[in-house]
């Protein structure tokens, strides 16, 4: 479950700390920001397996039609949006540790969001370390980023085709 934690999060983090006072400021500022509790408001994954979307992918390799392809993206991001990030909240910590749930299971861990608030990592130097992106981060909303890949043989011909999972996750502050 922790694994789900984790990717579901691989969100937030904070500052590294360094001796100059306006750097200093600058984190203290980006993780004001950060510090609090957030719930995913939306959700969007984007499938790309060897190099085409997974439309096309199904439309050329499993001969379906563009419609039934279509149908079956929809419901693959409707079943991991649901398996993912159903009721999801996160707290992050002035001290750099988060809390999470999912479903009513909790989790935590440590965070650290980049000086430039590009990155937040979480549960750094573990086996469950996790970096997303920081593609907006305001006092009430923020939108993390990560990119998952992987190797599956999906047409089951002998080769494993590249899986590339996008996701985008927009959380609020509450």
């Known amino acids: 479950m922790k694994k789900i934690y984790l990717f579901a999060f691989t969100l937030i983090g904070l500052s590294t700390f360094s001796a100059c006072n306006n750097d200093e400021e600058k984190e203290t500022a980006a993780n004001a920001a ?3 509790t957030w719930e995913e408001s939306a959700t969007t994954f984007e499938y790309t397996i060897n190099d085409q979307s997974l439309v096309d992918y199904l439309v050329d390799e499993l001969d379906l039609s563009e419609a039934e392809a279509e149908a079956y993206a929809n419901l693959l991001e ?8 159903s009721d ?3 707290t992050f910590n002035s001290n750099n540790t988060y809390s999470s ?12 969001l980049s000086a430039d608030k590009k990155t937040i990592t979480l549960d750094a130097g573990t ?3 996790s970096v997303m992106s920081v593609k907006s981060l305001t006092a009430t909303q923020m939108v993390v980023a990560q990119e998952l890949g992987f190797q599956d043989d999906l047409n089951e011909d002998g080769t494993d085709e590249d899986i590339l999972v996008s996701v985008e996750m927009t959380l609020t502050k509450k």
Request: charged residues 20%; without cysteine; aromatic residues 6%.
């Open 101 to 112: 749930t999912v479903d009513g299971e909790t989790g935590t861990g440590t965070y650290a």
């Open 88 to 90: 999801l909240t996160v």
């Open 34 to 36: 950060l510090v609090g």
């Open 78 to 85: 409707d079943v991991y949006g649901e398996l993912l990030m």
């Open 127 to 129: 086996q469950d370390e």
